[in-house]
C-alpha cells in the first residue's frame, strides 16, 4: 500500500520552457525511481516562480509544458501525486505560520537569496525572492514528507526545514515530519559546460553552457563539442583538476548506467573529441524520446489539465489535515465550514 511506504516531496519551478540536465540528472531522475518505492508527491512550483518577472501568458504555458516533461520522464499519475502548487492553497496558509516562526536574520542567510538578488540588484529584488525559501518549508511539511530528493544548491533549504519543523515541534508539540534530504554524491551539481567552477543553471549560464532537454539535437552535440576542458589529453575522474572532463563524465556516467571508472577505461589513450561525440549522440539518443512524449502531454492539453486537477485534489486531502492541525496548534479559533 502507497500510504505504508515514506513519503517525499519535491518540486521544479516552470521558469524557462525546457528543463536543462542538471534538472533532470539532480534532481527529476530520483523523483522517477523514488515513485516505485515512496508515497511520492511532485509538483510544478508556480509560485515560486513568480519570485521573478513573468510574462503570465508564458507563465501558463511553461506550467504546462513542466508538467508534460515530467510526465515524459516517466512520472507516472498512478504511481505519483503531481499537481501544481498554486492548485492547492494550503501552501501560501502553511507559508505564513512558517514566516512567523523564522528569524530575520536566518532568512537572509540564505544563499541562493543573496545569489538572486545580487544579479538582480537590490531595486528588482522582490519580498517574494527573500521569503520564497519559507513557502519552500511549507511546501515539504504540508505532506509531512520524509525526504526530498533534489540537487546540492537546495540542501540549504531543506536545512531551514528542519530547523523550523522542530522548533514548531518543541513549541506546539509534535505536528511535521522532519525531513532528510535525498542529495545523490554523483549527480548533486552538475557544471555549466563552459565554466565547470558555476553550477549550470537556468538563470546563470550562458546559452552555450546549458543543455535543455528538448534543444535540438544538434545544438545540443555543438554545445558538448565545444565544452570546456583543460589542457591535457587524459580522461580521469577528477573533479578538483580537471573539472570540465570530470562533468562530462558524470553526465556520461549516469545516461548510461556505467560507473564513471568503466567509463575512463574505455576511454583510454583516446583524446577527447571521442568522448564528446559519443557523449553528444548518448544525449541526442536519450533526449528524441523525450521531445516527442512531452510534444504528445502538450497535443492534448486537455488530458494534462485533467490529470493535474486530479493530483491537487490528491494533494489538497493530505494538505488540508496537515495546516487544520497546524492552525489549530497556534491557537487559531477554528471557522465555521
Ligand atoms: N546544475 C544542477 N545540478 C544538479 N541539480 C540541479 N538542479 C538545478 N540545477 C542543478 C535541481 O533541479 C531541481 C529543480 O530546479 P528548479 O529550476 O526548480 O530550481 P533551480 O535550482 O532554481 O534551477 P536552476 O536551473 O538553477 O534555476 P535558477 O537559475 O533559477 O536557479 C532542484 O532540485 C535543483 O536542486
Known sequence: MANDRPRVLSGIQPTSGS????????????????????????MVVDL?????????AQLRGNTRLAAAQLLATGLD???CTLFVQSHVPEHTQLSWLMECLTGFGEASRMTQFKDKSSRQGADRTSVGLFTYPILQVADILLYQANRVPVGEDQRQHVELTRNLAERFNSRYGRTFTVPEPHILRETAKIFDLQDPAIKMSKSASSPKGIIDLLDDPKASAKKIKSAVTDTGTEIRFDPENKPG???????YGTLT??????????????GYGALKTDLAEIVSEWAAPFRTRTQEYLDDPETLDSLLAKGAEKARAVAVETLAQAYDKVGLLPGKH
Open 48 to 56: 515560486h516562480a513568480l519570485t521573478l518577472p513573468q510574462d503570465p
Open 19 to 42: 528543463f536543462h540536465i542538471g534538472n533532470y540528472l539532480g534532481a527529476v531522475r530520483q523523483w522517477v525511481a523514488m515513485q516505485e518505492t515512496h508515497d511520492a508527491f511532485y
Open 77 to 79: 499519475p498512478e504511481r
Open 245 to 251: 572532463i570530470s562533468n562530462l563524465l558524470t553526465i
Open 257 to 270: 548506467d556505467s560507473a564513471v571508472a568503466d567509463v575512463e577505461q574505455k576511454y583510454e589513450g583516446k
